[in-house]
Structure formats: C-alpha cells, structure tokens
C-alpha cells in the first residue's frame, strides 16, 4: 500500500506533529472495476423536478469509463419517498420508503459497491422553531410532525435516517453517513431575529438539538455533524469574502466571536463536536491564490486552520474523520447575494479553457490536511437557472444544453498532484 492510499484509507494526518513528509506516488488508486479519487469528491447537486442523465454521471461513474469520487453528496429528497403513519411520524421500514429515480439508485449502488462514500444530507431539514425563535428538539404543541417542511423535531430527522438506511439496506447501498441539517448557523438564524446568528442562545439551541438527533437515530445509523457556513460565528475567525467584503484577504482573518467576545459557536458546541457525532462535516470557499494550507499570510484560506485545537487534534490523530462536503472557488460577482467574492479575481471559471480554476481545485483539495475527502460543489442544478452563484459553480450546465464545463473536464480527468512536500500539521 502506497503512501497516498495510506493517506486515503486511513486518517489523512496520522501524527500531530510538524512535519513534512515526501510524497511520490501516483495519485489515484484502483479499486474494483474502476478507479477512484484519493480524496476528491463532488456534490450531485439539486435536481428535484427529474432524475439525474447518466451523461451527467459519465464522468464520475468508473464502470463506464470514468473516475468514481472519493465521496459524493447528494439530497435525501431527490432519491428516497418516505411514508408517514397517521400521526406524522415516518415510517422506517425498508419497505415505507421508495424511490422514482432509478439512474441515481443504480449510480449509487454501484458507487458504493466500488468504495465510494456516500453522504445523504437530510432535506427538507428547516429546523423547530418557536414564535421566539427559539429552537425546539422535541415537537411543537399543535404541529407535532405534520409540517416538514417548516418544522422538524430532532426525533423526526433521525427517524427519516433510520428510514433510508434500512431501504439501503436492502438495496446494496451502504452509505458513510447522514448530514442532518445544511448550514444551521446561517439558514436557521438571521440578524433581527429574536435569536441572532452571533447569539450564545442559538449555538446552546444548536448543540441540544444535534445531540437529540444523535440519541434517537438507530444504533447502525452514521449521523454526521451538519456542515457549518464559514465565517459565520462557529470557527475562530473570518474567512468568508462576505463576512467583512474587503478588497484585502488578509483582513478576512480577524478574529469572529459571539456576543460578549469570549466564545465561538464550535467552542459552545464541543460536547456535541466531541462525544455525539460519527464525523465531522464542513464547508470551504476560497478565493484564487489562496489554495495554501495555514494562516493567511501565507495566502490560505483553509477554514480548518481556525478550528479550535481540540477541534484539530481530533481530525489530525483520526478521532473524528472529517470531510469538506462543498468546497469550490468563491463565485465572482456584484458584492451582493448571491454572488460570493466581488473581488475574486477569477471572473469565470471557464477562463483559460478552465485551466486556472482546475489547478486552484486540485491545489487546495491536495493541500487540505485535516479533511480525509474534499467534496466539490456541485455537478448540476436545474432547480433555477438563473441562479448565477450555481451556474458558476456547476460543472453541467443545462441552461446551455446540458454543457460540460470546461474546467470540470480539466480538473475531474486531470491526476491530483500534491506537492513534492505536505506539511502534515499546521499549527
């Protein structure tokens, strides 16, 4: 077994000491009937109104020729139909849960049969709130579990986990695990709510609800951490183009703390972080030079550098296992949603017939040292395409008659290359 297969299959930083460790060997292995990524992923997408096109997936499926990711990601939604009984309650028998998509069910039980991580983040998943804004682990008097779409009760999101996994069960799919929820610190709370994104209340809130998630979930079932929106109150500092919208990256990494200055929402929740999860999940965006692993002065913007240390430590000696479940260029455009970086200077991620944005992937992916896989966003969305921030990040466009992007066959058929030396700890 070569280092890099070592680095794959295990933990990708098996020692918490600074060191540089030579790599030499050719980056991606083979396994079963076809190859896969070391450590590179990608996100499927959203596609709710109609199954995914096998050319979609050509790319990305190895028993038709192509590379079979690292890991992929997709919506609970999209694939699996749940069944409620007359209280509202899901229904967890494998046979309580079907499907109408069957490119994506096949795509996935061949996937897994190769290796391949299958993440299935949880969706609708808007949490339970109160008038007060307060968020409620258990049901809400008078809605109970009869309105998913807008409230959902900790037991409810870990019985439609227990549901699906018994459906993969029986159907040749073995999943890594479940996201409960996407970006609670930023789709769950806003400024001028009665509980604010930067309020102690909510992370305290937070931490309860993902722990009820974990004591109600079936003992087999692999429940993640949610993947958290950088530069919004849960890491150390900022590192979102967004969060302060300087023109300067280094002004990106000023401190970020809750209200009262002494804490961060990770520090709040590390209970949970360290005890009540099978995993930890987040999300990385970056601006083009700034694919280096460390603080930003030496042009980085790897949000697991500003994890707390107990944080690292855990992923660093293979504690926790921890993956980036969207990573990609910040989009460029007007310093507005829902564009993310007005001041990023790749304008299109086309540019040089994609080569520029394939190299800062590979890059970055290649420099993360403390995820075991880094998942691309995202593959295709046609939930509306006049969504410019998606349209920048996808790789198929179906806007333009279903168009592959140009970066995407740049980066996706091109090896990951790390460099000569990969610093194992940054501290």
């Not at 998606?390 to 970066?407: F, I, K, L, V």
């Amino acid at each position: 077994m070569n280092q890099l297969t070592k680095l794959a299959n295990g933990p990708r930083l098996p020692i918490a000491v600074a060191v540089l460790f030579m790599l030499t060997t050719a980056p991606t292995s083979v396994r079963a009937d076809g190859p896969i990524k070391e450590w590179s992923g990608i996100h499927l997408g959203n596609r709710p109104s109609s199954d995914w096109d096998s050319a979609y997936l050509a790319r990305v499926d190895g028993d038709n020729g192509g590379i079979w990711p690292n890991a992929v990601v997709f919506l609970s939604s999209q694939l699996y139909t749940l069944s409620r009984d007359a209280n509202c309650r899901i229904k967890t028998g494998a046979n309580d849960v079907t499907t109408g998509r069957p490119v994506l069910l096949n795509y996935l039980q061949r996937a897994s049969q190769n290796g391949v991580r299958i993440i299935i983040r949880i969706h609708p998943s808007p949490g339970n709130f109160d008038a007060n804004h307060r968020l409620i682990s258990g049901p809400i008097a008078g809605i109970g579990y009869c309105s998913p779409n807008n409230y959902r009760p900790a037991f409810d999101i870990a019985d439609e986990m227990d549901a699906i996994h018994n459906y993969n069960q029986a159907h040749s799919i073995t999943e890594w695990g479940f996201e409960p929820a996407n970006e609670p610190n930023i789709e769950w709370y806003k400024f001028g709510q009665p509980v604010e994104p930067n309020d102690l209340t909510a992370w305290q809130d937070i931490q309860a609800y993902f722990q009820t998630v974990w004591f109600n979930k079936a003992s087999g079932v692999h429940a993640l951490t949610p993947s958290m929106a950088q530069g919004v109150f849960a890491e150390n500092n900022f590192t979102d183009a967004n969060a302060i919208n300087d023109p300067d990256p280094l002004q990106w990494c000023g401190e970020m703390r809750l209200e009262g200055g002494t804490t961060t929402g990770y520090q709040v929740m590390q209970s949970y972080y360290t005890n009540y999860n099978d995993g930890i999940n987040w999300h990385n965006y970056w601006r083009l030079g700034f694919e280096k692993s460390g603080s930003c002065s030496l042009g980085a913007q790897h949000v697991s550098f500003f994890f707390p240390d107990w944080m690292k430590t855990m992923l660093e000696q293979g504690t926790r296992q921890g993956i980036i479940t969207e990573a990609d260029l910040f989009s460029y455009g007007p310093p507005n949603p829902p564009w993310q970086d007005p001041n990023q200077p790749l304008h299109d991620k086309d540019e040089n017939s994609g080569k520029t944005a394939a190299n800062s992937m590979r890059k970055f992916f290649d420099q993360e040292i403390r995820a075991r896989a880094v998942v691309a966003w995202l593959l295709n969305d046609n939930v509306n395409d006049s969504n410019q921030d998606h349209n920048w990040h996808e790789a198929y466009n179906d806007q333009w008659g279903n168009y592959e992007r140009p970066w995407f066959a740049q980066w996706w058929l091109n090896p990951e290359q790390p460099p000569v030396f990969l610093p194992l700890v940054v501290k």
